[in-house]
């Protein structure tokens, strides 16, 4: 049962992103998608991800719908930070710093 309750919950929270995956894709606008926000959520991701996934190595305890859930979030995060950097209408708050560290 308990399995059962961890594959719903990783499935809800692997999910949630995909509405804005796919307004983001059908409207190609990323202008009112906070550039900190997806660059936390992405570094949010990995390092829980790796906590668990050597945490359960050494344990030798898996927990594979979490291993679901980080991976499937990555992959929608990859795309939302793409699409920012990719349509974007104005520079983005690292393009700005790059541009400044050119000059």
């Given at each position: 049962?308990?399995?059962v309750?961890?594959w ?8 949630c992103?995909l ?18 926000f ?5 570094w ?8 668990i996934l050597?945490?359960d190595?050494d344990?030798k305890?898996?927990?594979i ?7 499937f979030n990555?992959v929608?995060l990859?795309y ?8 974007n209408?104005k520079?983005?708050g ?6 400044k560290?050119?000059?």
């Amino acid at each position: 049962m308990n399995e059962v309750v961890g594959w719903i919950g990783s499935l809800l929270f692997a999910i949630c992103a995909l509405p804005q995956v796919i307004h983001t894709f059908k409207t190609r606008k990323t202008d009112d998608v906070s550039e900190i926000f997806l660059w936390l959520w992405f570094w949010g991701e990995v390092f829980t991800f790796t906590y668990i996934l050597v945490d359960d190595i050494d344990s030798k305890n898996y927990h594979i719908p979490l291993y679901f859930n980080y991976l499937f979030n990555l992959v929608l995060l990859f795309y939302l930070i793409y699409a920012k950097y990719t349509y974007n209408s104005k520079p983005t708050g690292l393009a700005l710093l790059f541009q400044k560290i050119r000059k």
